[in-house]
């Protein structure tokens, strides 16, 4: 079956550490996001990528770092520059184009724990 | 810049009644999306149903039905019938039908429906 895999579900951070979480998908989707949930805050964009090689920042990219050298996959680094990382991480693909309204896939998300 | 407001933090219904979860937005666009989204307590994100912006039939599906009033610029969810497993959290999202805009979608801050027995 297709669908997107992130992992690991569960991820603790010490000080100063950058870590990654991954992203996979199989549905030969164009485009892939990351999202940051907080409580009462919703979901906000951190980066988002429509072709191989190329991505963009979203509204809170800063102390993140991501990389789409493969369609499938999204990687995303939460540096030691983001000071305050914990919080529920979702990753999310889509097909593109003018009239294809499709909404988003999402994987199960990551759990990412300051230690 | 869109915003999508969700005025209700949380929200309560009985087994087998109705509520109404309200969302609005603001844009300048004429030509958008919208969607709600459902997150259980797995936290698993599941799309309940989708509104285009171009179409003036309300969409349906199944037990779950919006009231779109794109001059309001309102897009609120009705569950019928609730059961136990529509206790979630509800989040309602807007996509520009931009297609420069890489199909980024704008969430509210979610309403979480409690269901009681």
């Known amino acids: 079956d297709g669908g997107i895999t992130q992992s690991p579900k569960y991820l603790f951070r010490k000080e100063g550490q950058n870590v990654t979480l991954s992203c996979e998908q199989n549905l030969n989707h164009d485009a892939m996001y990351w999202y940051r949930q907080d409580p009462g805050q919703g979901l906000r964009l951190i980066y988002y990528?429509?072709?191989?090689?190329?991505?963009q920042k979203g509204d809170i990219a800063e102390g993140y770092s991501v990389s789409r050298e493969k369609k499938e996959s999204f990687p995303l680094t939460v540096t030691s520059a983001q000071k305050n990382p914990t919080a529920f991480y979702l990753c999310?693909?889509?097909?593109?184009?003018?009239?294809?309204?499709?909404?988003?896939?999402f994987g199960s998300g990551t759990r990412l724990t300051v230690v | 810049a869109q915003t999508v407001t969700q005025s209700q933090p949380e929200m309560s219904v009985q087994e087998a009644e109705t509520v109404t979860l309200s969302c609005t937005y603001d844009t300048s666009e004429s030509d958008y999306y919208l969607f709600w989204y459902k997150q259980p307590p797995s936290r698993q994100m599941i799309l309940v149903i989708r509104?285009?912006?171009?179409?003036?039939q309300n969409a349906t599906e199944n037990r779950f039905s919006v009231n779109f009033q794109k001059a309001a610029k309102s897009f609120s969810l009705k569950i019928s019938d609730s059961q136990l497993g529509d206790a979630a959290m509800y989040f309602c999202a807007y996509r520009s039908g931009n297609t420069g805009t890489a199909s980024k979608l704008t969430f509210g801050t979610g309403t979480r429906l409690q269901v009681t027995l």
């Open positions: 999310a693909s889509t097909i593109q184009g003018p009239g294809k309204n499709y909404g988003y896939t």
């Open positions: 509104q285009e912006a171009y179409k003036q």
């Open positions: 990528s429509q072709i191989v090689n190329d991505f």
